[in-house]
């Protein structure tokens, strides 16, 4: 199945680095030029946003919310499985626009009625894609959705992209991980840990 990244920024650029070669990849962003220079280095496919839709099955939107939300409501996503990787930031990045009572998944599943939406690697600092793959191959990515298959096939793409997979059930769930992600954010940026941190939960024997 064809995984298309939508938009170009660390994010995007990060994971499609890691994906290059791993699975069946197009990339696509807002500035054309950009995104074909990237894609020409990384040995990928390129298209325009709309095609780069039309052509694969699992479409990361590697995008702030608002635009997410914005793509959201295409018609040509539906059938396919989206993964949100968005915090819903306010613009000073203070905090969270909402939480706890809806998340940024939600509302993209329900502009994209048509698609199943998977919450995944928004406790992801982009510089992490920089590092070692044996460095995070045991950095959790939270993963939620309501659609089994959809789960199963993101959680192989976090595989594929380095990472180890910690499923944290239906989409609602995503009220629950973006805080931990604007948590992440302060920790990082407010009180200086840096951006090589990501959460991770700890199991202690008896």
Request: charged share 20%; hydrophobic share 50%.
């Amino acid at each position: 199945m064809k995984t298309a990244i939508i938009g170009i920024g660390n994010m995007g650029k990060g994971l499609a680095a890691r994906l290059a070669g791993k699975t069946d990849l197009v990339i696509a962003g807002r500035n054309d030029t950009a995104a074909r220079s990237l894609a020409e280095s990384l040995g990928v496919e390129r298209a325009p946003i709309t095609e780069a839709i039309a052509a694969a099955g699992i479409v990361v939107l590697a995008v702030p919310y608002a635009s997410a939300l914005e793509i959201a409501a295409l018609p040509s996503l539906a059938g396919k499985i989206v993964v949100d990787i968005s915090n819903p930031l306010k613009p000073d990045f203070s905090g969270l626009l909402f939480g706890h009572e809806t998340s940024a998944a939600e509302k993209i599943q329900k502009a994209a009625a048509g698609a199943k939406v998977v919450k995944a690697f928004n406790t992801i600092f982009a510089e992490l894609f920089n590092a070692p793959r044996d460095a995070t191959a045991k950095v959790p990515v939270f993963v939620a959705g309501n659609d089994e298959d959809a789960v199963e096939r993101v959680s192989r793409l976090v595989v594929d992209s380095g990472f180890a997979v910690e499923k944290t059930g239906g989409l609602d769930a995503a009220t629950l991980l973006e805080p931990l992600g604007m948590l992440n954010i302060r920790l990082g940026y407010g009180l200086g840990r840096g951006t090589a941190i990501a959460p991770a939960w700890v199991n202690i024997a008896a």
